[in-house]
């Protein structure tokens, strides 16, 4: 990209595609101080119809199909609410991490379930499974007390691939800043109102404690990027 080249910094590249988005929805993307759901503004920067996965079903009597799409296990993974908590409860001894989730939710999802026919009401049986390697996941984090890991296992049509942390965003008052954390584990600040154009060291991703990775300079964490 023209960031990753220097061609540009972070600010003129977020402003490209603001007023991009701007133009092509600009109710859910409004300039001035209106603000928008980063969770909307994620999904629809790296949304790929593609990677989202899916469950096919046949009816036993009739032979009708029927497709169920499974957007809530993509872009965007969900680790609040009170299946969260209880989850996390269960793990007595030690912390329940970002890879327990995803293994869970994503066990969840292949689990079969009795669908009746739309057309005849009778049990259709699960024929296929299919879900894309997505090339970016994030972790909605609020309210989740979820340990972070450097290292993700996606597992996509029974074959493992190894992601990254790639960021983290922090939200406070309806403004948002983000630690890049780079290949060595190294951390990066970047808030477009302190470091302006530059991004500024902030210490090492395997060093900084679990309460300081959800928190920093006031600002909480909301979302987990990996790559």
């Given at each position: 990209s023209?960031?990753?080249?220097g061609n540009i910094d972070l600010e003129d590249g977020r402003d490209c595609?603001?007023?991009k988005l701007h133009h092509?929805?600009?109710t859910d993307f409004p300039y001035g101080q209106e603000g928008t759901d980063i969770l909307l503004l994620f999904r629809e920067l790296i949304q790929n119809p593609s990677s989202v996965p899916s469950k096919t079903y046949q009816c036993q009597m009739c032979g009708a199909q029927q497709k169920d799409v499974l957007t809530y296990l993509y872009p965007i993974?969900?680790?609040?609410?009170?299946?969260c908590g209880k989850f996390v409860k269960k793990f007595s001894r030690k912390r329940a991490t970002i890879q327990d989730w995803y293994d869970k939710v994503h066990k969840t999802s292949k689990a079969s379930r009795a669908k009746h026919c739309n057309q005849c009401n009778q049990l259709m049986d699960e024929i296929t499974f299919d879900q894309a390697q997505p090339n970016t996941l994030a972790f909605c984090l609020s309210d989740t007390k979820l340990q972070l890991k450097e290292k993700l296992t996606a597992t996509c049509n029974k074959k493992a691939h190894n992601m990254k942390l790639i960021g983290i965003v922090y939200y406070s008052s309806y403004h948002f800043a983000i630690r890049f954390i780079g290949k060595d584990g190294s951390m990066w600040f970047h808030d477009g109102q302190v470091t302006k154009r530059t991004c500024e060291m902030d210490g090492d991703f395997?060093?900084?404690?679990?309460a300081d990775l959800y928190e920093t300079r006031r600002m909480k964490a909301c979302l987990a990027l990996y790559m």
């Open positions: 023209s960031i990753q080249n595609i603001r007023q092509k929805n600009p993974i969900y680790c609040h609410g009170q299946q395997k060093s900084t404690s679990h």
